[in-house]
């Protein structure tokens, strides 16, 4: 079953206020990929363990029916309740038991998520729900993100490293599988037509408050809140203090740039993208914004 993070409302409310969306990058490359299969037309897409919806609503704006799934049900209520979409439906449910027939799903999507997915059940799921012809597109982003203000990039950033390092001594052990650029989620996609890109960037405009709040959201804050209340606190503290001198402003809503990047290093994560084909029962697959993988079935 799926490794469960995600459970207490309390953190379900701050993912959904602090995560963004795919991209402007990631979502480029990902819907020329689909263009260039033929799946713009898509009558039914799931995206499995949608979180909050950051993802889902993307997929909203471009497809018919889309369906956002997370084993959290409180993630999938923060989702219920966010912005309204009339195509959108969700479910809570398990990644590796999709309620769906078998090859009904034009396309599926996971972004940010699959790691959290047994992989072998999960990628039975995949086979059995895509259809010939229908496409698969899974992505992470990389955790070497850099932040930009003026001619202070570089500093803020070494602290924002320093930080995140000081958090991932909390995390879960299957974030190794994000350090890894998602390898082994590629090389468990049951189809030979697939695709890793991993020169994807992004530039996702944030505040000072955004940026404390993303790792406020992360996983292993929240674990490190189990453990030590006192000290997970004093940390973002002391992040939004180092940020600020760093910055010399004196406003938490002061603007900055997060930037993550996805080229081909020991960092960088992969978007893989896969096409499905009845002959070959293939996905071809991309990688981008960490890695993302596409493929076609």
């Given at each position: 079953m799926a490794t469960q993070m995600f459970e207490a409302r309390g953190h379900a409310a701050i993912y959904q206020k602090y995560r963004f969306a795919p991209g402007k990058?990631?979502?480029?490359?990902?819907?020329?990929?689909?263009?260039?299969?033929?799946?713009?037309a898509a009558e039914l897409v799931l995206d499995v363990g949608c979180g909050s919806?950051?993802?889902?609503?993307?997929?909203?704006?471009?497809?018919?029916?889309?369906?956002?799934?997370?084993?959290?049900?409180?993630?999938?209520q923060e989702a219920k309740e966010g912005l309204?979409?009339?195509?959108?439906?969700y479910l809570v449910c398990p990644a590796e038991e999709l309620p769906f027939k078998d090859a009904s799903v034009d396309l599926l999507t996971s972004f940010t998520a699959a790691h959290w997915f047994d992989t072998d059940?999960?990628?039975?799921?995949?086979?059995?729900?895509?259809?010939?012809?229908?496409?698969?597109?899974?992505?992470?982003?990389?955790?070497?993100?850099?932040?930009?203000?003026?001619?202070?990039?570089?500093n803020l950033t070494q602290g924002f490293r320093e930080f995140w390092d000081l958090l991932l001594k909390h995390s879960h052990h299957r974030i190794k599988l994000v350090l890894e650029?998602?390898?082994?989620?590629?090389?468990?996609?049951?189809?030979?037509?697939?695709?890793?890109?991993?020169?994807?960037?992004?530039?996702?405009?944030?505040?000072?408050?955004?940026?404390?709040?993303?790792?406020?959201?992360s996983s292993p804050y929240q674990t490190f809140m189990k453990s030590d209340p006192e000290a997970a606190k004093s940390l973002l503290q002391e992040a939004e203090k180092r940020m600020l001198e760093v910055m010399g402003v004196s406003s938490r809503e002061t603007p900055v740039e997060l930037w993550s990047l996805q080229?081909?290093?020991?960092?960088?994560?992969?978007?893989?993208?896969?096409?499905?084909?009845?002959?070959?029962?293939?996905?071809?697959?991309?990688?981008?914004?960490?890695?993302?993988?596409?493929?076609?079935?």
């Open positions: 990058e990631l979502q480029r490359t990902i819907l020329t990929y689909l263009q260039e299969k033929r799946i713009t919806g950051q993802g889902t609503r993307f997929l909203a704006e471009h497809f018919k029916k889309v369906v956002g799934m997370d084993i959290s049900k409180a993630q999938i309204s979409m009339p195509n959108v439906s059940g999960f990628m039975r799921e995949v086979q059995r729900v895509v259809r010939p012809g229908g496409c698969v597109a899974i992505s992470t982003y990389t955790l070497d993100m850099r932040l930009r203000y003026g001619e202070c990039s570089e650029d998602y390898k082994e989620i590629f090389e468990a996609l049951p189809f030979p037509d697939k695709q890793r890109i991993t020169d994807i960037f992004d530039t996702i405009p944030m505040t000072v408050a955004g940026v404390v709040g993303y790792l406020e959201s080229w081909p290093s020991a960092h960088s994560a992969p978007l893989m993208l896969s096409s499905c084909w009845t002959a070959l029962k293939g996905l071809g697959s991309r990688t981008s914004t960490g890695p993302i993988a596409l493929w076609r079935t």
